[in-house]
């Protein structure tokens, strides 16, 4: 007998479980141990699944401590074990789930010191990154004066963090995504480096360290890897299609003692190619020997109609599956032609008046494209008829330039050999510019590593800063009071200096500082600074601070496909489905369209009701595209690839009536 099976024995199907399951949705609960993928439909209920395997995982025995749940956002994680709670009542406080960044964080939190970091490190943002990686480019520039043409930071960084997704060598990175570099190979390793040691002399990390140094942990100490594996008898993993080759392998050592490994996705939902992951993850975990495949493929999302449109567009090379309808019939999805991407904002505003008169909320209703520039026209129009909106393509909240700001105050607190955020904080002040600002942080970490104090307010002392009387008196009185509620700290930056100097320095400096103040609000939730700061910067949804009162709010959704995955809507209108916007033209040019089927699928899967897809009889919107071959090639245009008889096909006229 098996140890995996222990918990199976003389143990009768639950009624909560057949109450709640369809007999798909059963057998994969009841069934899944060892190593099993769930082949999960889109709308076929992959979260319930989650959910009461959890539930059922709990009812055989099993501690909450002793099961992993990995998903690819933080709110998902939050749902499922909200949603398991209330079917089993149970306190889950003490069971790991979250992002792959919150699980790798939670261990290195542990052992951070056997990797030469100390437990207490700070997690740099992208842009933070993005400053340090220059520091280190300038550094290695200065001993070679001769490169007077050099990669941009956001190009070494994109290199950089693909390198560690693949966990492929930096060669074989430039020959897979940018071959045009490989003259900088040397300088592009010797940049990284600098900026590795940097990030260890500044006790810091990024985002894919948390990753790679997680993988380091394991390799070079097989100990923790055990201890760390031996918690954890069952492994379940959400979105395992969007997974990379770390998170493979990082999924395969928390397995690797009890070798309950449970895999939920659907390859034909793979869209992150860009960050390493790749669709065939579904294929070649199936294929291993000794796995069980377990389909789920009822779709509760979409009417009958659409459903039947989803099922004739599956993309190429996809794990075969047919959705089965489960909703009552209601009407066919339209595909609609425009001239110009003029009249397809004019053909969206109708749309959405004809909604609305029909009873349909704004926030029913969500407008999805390929990329953002996509949006621009359409935006201008919703504008001008006075049509609400909100975008989820753009800056997120913590990146704006005011709340980095008062971050940087909370991060030096934290940790005060974060440089980047000395430097951000000491030049808002007069008479502090980068020079001054890079003096003083030296002077201070010199003060903390000789350990002469460990005082930080008594080395502030012996620094420059005691000239820059502002700075110096907010900083030590900030010192003083770090150990309070991170909202109590976050007041005493704001009222001591920031509202006046955002005031002086911000034309928008209201809406800011009400930002701000909401900062605050949000603060107050949390029972010490340094769990704010790790719970803020491992959030990939800290974009919307208010998330139940932005959900209120009666607005139209603009968002791209990638945004859009995981959400559903009554109305979806996708626009702009021309061969170069979508499929994108540089898949076109290099002839990789495997992707750009998925996103089409993802778009049209979002659908509960109905379904417009517009496209201009003039083609792309792209002015370097316009006149190519390429894009005037049928074999490129997704609506070609549809049957006539599962769609209502429309066309605009020169007055903008639909007919």
Same mark, same amino acid.
């Given at each position: 007998m098996?140890k995996?099976?222990y918990?199976?024995?003389?143990k009768e199907?639950?009624s909560f479980?057949?109450?709640a399951l369809?007999e798909e949705?059963?057998e994969a609960v009841?069934?899944?141990?060892?190593r099993s993928?769930?082949?999960?439909?889109?709308?076929?209920?992959?979260t319930?699944?989650i959910?009461?395997?959890i539930?059922?995982l709990?009812y055989?025995?099993?501690?909450?401590e002793?099961?992993?749940l990995?998903?690819?956002?933080r709110a998902?994680a939050?749902?499922?074990?909200?949603?398991?709670?209330?079917?089993?009542?149970?306190?889950?406080?003490?069971?790991?789930?979250? $992002?792959?960044?919150h699980v790798?964080? /939670?261990i *290195?939190r542990?052992y951070?010191?056997l @990797?030469? &970091?100390? %437990? !207490?490190y700070?997690?740099?943002d992208k842009?933070d990154?993005k400053?340090?990686l220059r520091?280190?480019?300038?550094?290695y520039?200065?001993?070679?004066s001769d490169k007077?043409?050099?990669?941009?930071?956001?190009v070494?960084?994109?290199?950089?963090s693909?390198t560690?997704? $693949?966990l492929?060598?930096?060669r074989? /990175?430039? *020959?897979?995504?940018?071959?045009?570099? @490989?003259e &900088?190979? %040397? !300088?592009i390793?010797?940049i990284w480096?600098i900026?590795s040691q940097?990030k260890?002399d500044?006790?810091?990390?990024d985002?894919d360290d948390?990753?790679?140094?997680t993988?380091?942990l394991?390799?070079?100490?097989?100990?923790?890897l055990?201890?760390v594996?031996?918690?954890?008898q069952?492994?379940l993993?959400?979105e395992f299609q969007?997974?990379?080759?770390?998170?493979?392998e990082l999924?395969k050592?928390?397995?690797?003692?009890?070798?309950n490994l449970?895999v939920?996705g659907d390859?034909s939902?793979?869209?992150?190619?860009?960050r390493g992951?790749h669709?065939?993850?579904?294929?070649d975990?199936i294929?291993?020997e000794g796995t069980k495949?377990f389909?789920?493929?009822?779709?509760y999302?979409?009417t009958?109609e659409?459903v039947?449109?989803i099922n004739n567009m599956?993309?190429?090379?996809s794990?075969?599956?047919t959705?089965?309808?489960?909703?009552k019939?209601y009407?066919?999805?339209?595909v609609?032609?425009?001239f110009d991407d003029?009249?397809?904002?004019?053909?969206?505003?109708?749309i959405?008046?004809?909604?609305l008169e029909?009873g349909?909320?704004?926030k029913d209703i969500?407008?999805l494209?390929?990329?953002?520039s996509?949006?621009?026209?359409?935006?201008?129009?919703?504008?001008t008829?006075g049509?609400p909106y909100r975008i989820?393509s753009?800056?997120r909240?913590?990146?704006t330039r005011?709340?980095?700001?008062?971050?940087?105050f909370l991060?030096v607190?934290n940790?005060p050999?974060d440089?980047?955020?000395?430097?951000?904080?000491?030049?808002?002040?007069?008479?502090i510019?980068t020079?001054t600002?890079?003096?003083?942080y030296n002077?201070?970490?010199?003060?903390i590593?000789?350990?002469?104090?460990?005082?930080?307010?008594?080395?502030?002392?012996?620094?420059q800063l005691?000239?820059?009387?502002?700075?110096?008196e907010?900083?030590?009185?900030?010192?003083?009071n770090m150990?309070?509620?991170?909202?109590?700290i976050?007041d005493y930056?704001?009222?001591?200096?920031y509202?006046?100097?955002?005031l002086l320095?911000?034309s928008?400096a209201?809406?800011?500082?009400?930002?701000?103040e909401?900062f605050?609000?949000i603060?107050s939730?949390y029972?010490s600074?340094?769990?704010f700061?790790?719970?803020?910067?491992?959030?990939e949804?800290?974009?919307?601070m208010?998330?139940?009162?932005?959900e209120e709010r009666?607005t139209?959704?603009l968002t791209?496909i990638?945004?859009a995955?995981?959400?559903?809507?009554k109305?979806?209108i996708?626009?702009s489905v021309?061969p170069g916007d979508?499929p994108n033209?540089?898949a076109?040019?290099?002839?990789?369209l495997?992707?750009?089927?998925?996103?089409?699928y993802?778009?049209i899967?979002?659908?509960k009701?109905?379904?417009?897809i517009?496209k201009?009889?003039?083609?792309?919107?792209?002015?370097?595209m316009?006149?190519?071959i390429?894009?005037?090639?049928k074999e490129?245009?997704?609506?070609?690839?549809i049957?006539?008889?599962?769609?209502n096909?429309?066309?605009?006229n020169y007055k903008?009536d639909i007919?």
């Amino acid at each position: 007998m098996k140890k995996e099976d222990y918990f199976y024995i003389e143990k009768e199907i639950p009624s909560f479980l057949k109450k709640a399951l369809d007999e798909e949705q059963l057998e994969a609960v009841i069934n899944s141990n060892g190593r099993s993928i769930i082949v999960a439909g889109p709308g076929s209920g992959k979260t319930r699944v989650i959910t009461y395997k959890i539930a059922y995982l709990l009812y055989l025995g099993l501690k909450p401590e002793n099961i992993l749940l990995v998903t690819f956002t933080r709110a998902a994680a939050k749902q499922m074990i909200e949603r398991v709670k209330n079917v089993t009542n149970r306190d889950m406080s003490s069971m790991l789930a979250g $992002t792959f960044h919150h699980v790798c964080n /939670t261990i *290195l939190r542990r052992y951070a010191a056997l @990797l030469d &970091f100390k %437990n !207490d490190y700070s997690i740099l943002d992208k842009e933070d990154s993005k400053d340090l990686l220059r520091i280190a480019k300038n550094e290695y520039m200065r001993e070679s004066s001769d490169k007077y043409k050099f990669p941009k930071e956001d190009v070494i960084m994109k290199v950089i963090s693909y390198t560690c997704n $693949t966990l492929n060598s930096l060669r074989e /990175t430039l *020959l897979d995504i940018a071959p045009y570099l @490989l003259e &900088f190979e %040397n !300088d592009i390793e010797q940049i990284w480096g600098i900026y590795s040691q940097l990030k260890k002399d500044m006790n810091v990390m990024d985002y894919d360290d948390l990753l790679v140094n997680t993988l380091m942990l394991f390799h070079t100490h097989p100990d923790i890897l055990k201890k760390v594996s031996e918690q954890f008898q069952y492994v379940l993993v959400d979105e395992f299609q969007d997974t990379n080759k770390i998170q493979i392998e990082l999924i395969k050592a928390f397995s690797s003692v009890h070798g309950n490994l449970i895999v939920v996705g659907d390859d034909s939902q793979s869209i992150y190619s860009f960050r390493g992951a790749h669709f065939k993850n579904i294929k070649d975990f199936i294929d291993k020997e000794g796995t069980k495949i377990f389909k789920i493929q009822t779709n509760y999302r979409s009417t009958p109609e659409i459903v039947n449109f989803i099922n004739n567009m599956l993309p190429s090379n996809s794990v075969p599956k047919t959705l089965k309808p489960k909703r009552k019939g209601y009407i066919k999805p339209f595909v609609i032609e425009t001239f110009d991407d003029l009249e397809q904002a004019d053909a969206v505003v109708q749309i959405i008046k004809n909604k609305l008169e029909e009873g349909i909320n704004y926030k029913d209703i969500a407008i999805l494209y390929r990329s953002h520039s996509l949006s621009m026209v359409i935006q201008q129009k919703l504008d001008t008829v006075g049509i609400p909106y909100r975008i989820l393509s753009g800056l997120r909240f913590i990146e704006t330039r005011h709340i980095k700001d008062v971050l940087g105050f909370l991060k030096v607190l934290n940790n005060p050999l974060d440089k980047i955020s000395w430097i951000r904080i000491l030049k808002l002040f007069p008479g502090i510019g980068t020079k001054t600002a890079s003096k003083i942080y030296n002077e201070i970490e010199k003060g903390i590593n000789s350990g002469q104090s460990k005082n930080i307010e008594e080395i502030l002392t012996k620094t420059q800063l005691i000239r820059f009387t502002t700075p110096f008196e907010l900083l030590k009185k900030l010192y003083i009071n770090m150990d309070k509620n991170p909202s109590e700290i976050i007041d005493y930056i704001y009222k001591d200096y920031y509202e006046e100097y955002s005031l002086l320095t911000f034309s928008d400096a209201k809406s800011r500082n009400m930002d701000i103040e909401r900062f605050s609000e949000i603060a107050s939730r949390y029972p010490s600074l340094s769990s704010f700061l790790e719970d803020l910067t491992l959030s990939e949804d800290i974009g919307i601070m208010n998330v139940e009162k932005e959900e209120e709010r009666d607005t139209i959704t603009l968002t791209t496909i990638h945004g859009a995955k995981g959400l559903e809507w009554k109305v979806v209108i996708l626009i702009s489905v021309n061969p170069g916007d979508l499929p994108n033209g540089l898949a076109i040019k290099d002839k990789k369209l495997d992707e750009e089927e998925r996103l089409f699928y993802v778009a049209i899967t979002r659908a509960k009701d109905e379904l417009y897809i517009l496209k201009q009889l003039s083609g792309t919107s792209n002015p370097f595209m316009k006149n190519s071959i390429y894009f005037v090639n049928k074999e490129y245009d997704f609506i070609e690839k549809i049957p006539d008889d599962i769609i209502n096909r429309v066309r605009v006229n020169y007055k903008n009536d639909i007919y």
